[in-house]
């Protein structure tokens, strides 16, 4: 067995129904660290459910997933919130605190990781974390908007703060749904050199839905292309074809 697949992501055989519509079939999906995995296919193809399924915001019916190294069947409480936690999603709709700085928001995604008596006010975050969270946006090439209101900042610039929030929290596996798709072409070309550098450089396992097969041909190594709920293209990101595409996009509902 391909030891890669022990770390990063492993989902096997993911199942999820809404309403007796089975809408991920046994999906099948790694990314090992040091990879950037573009996810693509048609409006509700399932991208966005498989997802959310692997960070706990959708259920599975049936499957397994395997978050840096640990299996998260038949954990629960505590324990699965720390296996989960090596995963981070971030989303086109970005979730930031506007009126609170860069860096608070980043705090946040630290907080978990310390004691209740030391997170409860954001406004006194430990020094340790403040350091860490730091070192996060400067990771992120935002080190000199830390204390910037969120909101002040550029679209792109909050998908940065955002990415950076997903490091302060330990992940090991990043999730990005849609995370360009707000962007102008400048911000969103940044923002998917930085989702792969953190793959190729900090070894992270990154899985990016895009919309954009262009994109995911400059900067994913691996492409899987979903049709009604199943992986039905799995391919290197330079082997895309124009009938790649279009057999995904063919059937496209809504
Ligand atoms: N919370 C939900 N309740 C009911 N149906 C849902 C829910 N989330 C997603 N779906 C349905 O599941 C299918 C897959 O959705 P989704 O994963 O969002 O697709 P994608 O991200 O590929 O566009 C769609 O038909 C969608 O309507
Ligand atoms: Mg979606």
């Known amino acids: 067995m391909n030891t890669l697949l022990d770390t990063g992501l492993a989902v096997r055989g993911l199942r999820k129904s809404y309403g007796g519509r089975e809408v991920l079939k046994g999906v099948d999906l790694t990314v090992a660290p040091g990879e950037l995995v573009a996810l693509l296919g048609a409006n509700g193809s399932g991208k966005s459910t498989a997802l959310r399924c692997v960070v706990g915001l959708a259920e599975a019916d049936a499957g397994e997933i395997r978050v840096a190294g ?14 989960r936690r090596a995963a981070a999603m971030v989303f086109q709709q970005i979730h930031l605190v506007r009126r609170r700085s860069a860096l608070d928001n980043v705090c946040a995604g630290g907080i978990a990781g310390l ?8 406004v006194l975050f430990p020094r340790e974390l403040r350091e860490h ?22 679209g792109g610039q909050q998908q940065r703060v955002a990415v950076a929030r997903a490091l302060c929290q330990g ?8 995370p360009v798709s707000a962007l102008d072409p400048a911000a969103a070309t940044q923002v998917m050199a930085l989702l792969a550098e953190l793959a190729h450089e900090d070894g992270l396992a990154v899985a990016v839905v895009l919309h954009q097969p262009e994109l995911a041909r400059l900067h994913a190594d691996r492409l899987i292309g979903l049709i009604d709920g199943e992986i039905r293209l799995s391919t290197p990101a330079a082997l895309l074809s124009e009938e790649d595409i279009a057999a995904l996009y063919r059937g496209e509902r809504g």
């Open 171 to 178: 992940a090991r596996v990043l999730l990005a749904d849609e």
């Open 70 to 83: 640990t299996s998260l069947r038949g954990l629960s409480g505590a324990e699965l919130t720390r296996a």
């Open 115 to 122: 004691p209740l008596s030391r997170s409860l006010s954001p």
């Open 133 to 154: 969270a730091m070192a996060c946006l400067d990771r992120v090439g935002l080190a000199d908007r830390a204390h910037d209101r969120a909101g002040s900042l550029s």
